[in-house]
């Protein structure tokens, strides 16, 4: 099946519904086994739209409650994006939840624990790097074309801007040795995203993207919070980050399990079976 057809079956079937957090108005999901110990917050990457999790979703959620969202596009900081998610979990009663993040997500769920580590149940990150100060500055340097995007986007036609991303995207499948099904299936994940993507969409996404920048860099003893209840689910062929970056995730976090799946960074998206296998073992023994 079909990306486009397999997430609009999802959509038919989970419904998202708003939430006013402070003024904010709030897409969420919450689904799964209400009579499960463990609520599971899946934080989306840079792709924003939080339905992306379907397939993770609909393997876990017969045994775990299940939470997802999009991030409101009134907020542009990643800081205070973690204490509104928070204040989302607050108000929907949850308690000691699961942050399960892939790679944008993935610096979420680090936030998060950093600020309520003794709220958190379990931090399991997936396709991403640490965010130390060596990091940062890698970020730094690698990120420096949302700047450009970000002005391009204010005078430039967005439905020009939209079909070179498009076009970009593309050209990535297949330079992480993805199978062939693999490489229609990603095609097709693309040709959805842009579909939905506007240009106020666009500019949240990459505002927080660039905000990575201005965060204070975490240091040795922020990661000692939660190191020893993390899970790390790392793709051998990640070429989102640099290897130095990458390393620094597990230097920063020696107490952590870790997991390597064979693929790249977009195998969240087609190669779930390894990320929910990892987790399921990962959150039976916690």
Known sequence: MAFIDEISQ???NHKFVNKDIDGINTKYLLCGNEAAEDTLVYL??????????FKHILKMEQDYRILTFDYPMEIDDLEKLADHIMKLIHKLGVKKP???????????AQIIARRYADEIRAVLLYATCSLSEQSVEDLKKQYKS???????????????????LFAFSKKQVGMENEKDEDKVYMTDFFAWLYSQ???EFDLHMTGLIADVANLKPFVFSDYEKFDFKSLLVLPDGDVAFSEKAKQDLLDSMPKAKVVSVKGGHTATIYKVDDYVNASRNFLVNI
Not at 98 to 108: C, K, P, Q
Request: cysteine-free; aromatic content about 18%; glycine content about 16%.
């Open 98 to 108: 699961v942050l399960i993040g892939a790679s944008l997500g993935g610096f979420m």
């Open 10 to 12: 999802f959509n038919e």
């Open 146 to 164: 949302y700047g450009v995007m970000l002005k391009l986007m204010k005078i430039v036609p967005y439905s020009w801007i939209k079909k070179i």
């Open 44 to 53: 989306v990457g840079g792709a924003g739209y939080s339905e992306v999790w």
């Open 197 to 199: 993507y506007t240009k």
